[in-house]
């Protein structure tokens, strides 16, 4: 069974950084996509990573501070996040699947979410 895994999430001081890690069980896939969801917001794009290519592409309010990476670990990605803000606070999901897309609906399989919380 297909499995994502997000780790790395904890606690955070503003203007501090996080990494994030997804590690997919079995294979590797085409694009892995980090999504995150704020209590009572909507879930929001934060950007796609193409594994062939290593090509990405960020969410436009995210302004550079995000950066996702192929990790060192096999079918892993890294999400790393600089210049935190306390409205960065949310569970940060990660998807993969064959679509390079900033749809939600176009990925596949999902982990669980780990939470980061940004504190002022």
């Known amino acids: 069974q297909v499995q994502l895994v997000e780790s790395g999430g904890g606690l955070v001081q503003v203007g501090g950084s996080l990494r994030l890690s997804c590690a997919a069980s079995g294979r590797t896939f085409s694009n892995y996509a980090w999504f995150r969801q704020a209590p009572g917001l909507e879930r929001e794009f934060v950007g796609v990573y193409d594994w062939s290519g290593g090509l990405t592409y960020y969410a436009d309010s995210l302004k550079g501070r995000f950066t996702i990476s192929r990790a060192s670990a096999k079918n892993t990605v890294n999400l790393q996040m600089n210049s935190l803000k306390p409205q960065d606070t949310a569970v940060y999901y990660c998807?993969?699947?064959?679509?390079?897309?900033?749809?939600?609906?176009?990925?596949?399989?999902w982990g669980k979410g780990t939470l980061v919380t940004v504190s002022s």
């Open positions: 998807a993969a699947g064959s679509i390079y897309s900033v749809r939600p609906e176009d990925m596949e399989y």
